[in-house]
């Protein structure tokens, strides 16, 4: 019996990657069968790709705090260096 799998846009980010931890684990075992491989191996590239939306959409919403030597504090949009 298959476990059915959620819709990989409504999972959370940590559900997301521990799912893709999972089909790494099995896929480097080696006893996965071919057909099972290549679909465990699509679901993993969306699982990915949905962290990677994630973690974008985090860093988009991360505001860097700064306080200027005359003490304002100012709000800036977080810039990865």
């Given at each position: 019996m298959?476990?059915?799998?959620?819709a990989v846009e409504t999972l959370t980010?940590?559900?997301a990657l521990d799912e893709l931890q999972d089909i790494v684990k099995n896929?480097?075992?080696g006893k996965t069968a071919l057909e099972?491989?290549?679909a465990a191996y699509e679901r993993g590239i969306a699982l990915k790709n949905h962290c990677e939306k994630k973690l974008s959409e985090a860093r988009s919403k991360i505001e860097k705090i700064s306080v200027s030597s005359d003490g304002k504090v100012s709000v800036a949009p977080f810039e990865q260096e």
């Open positions: 298959a476990v059915k799998k959620s980010f940590e559900s896929l480097e075992t099972d491989s290549i």
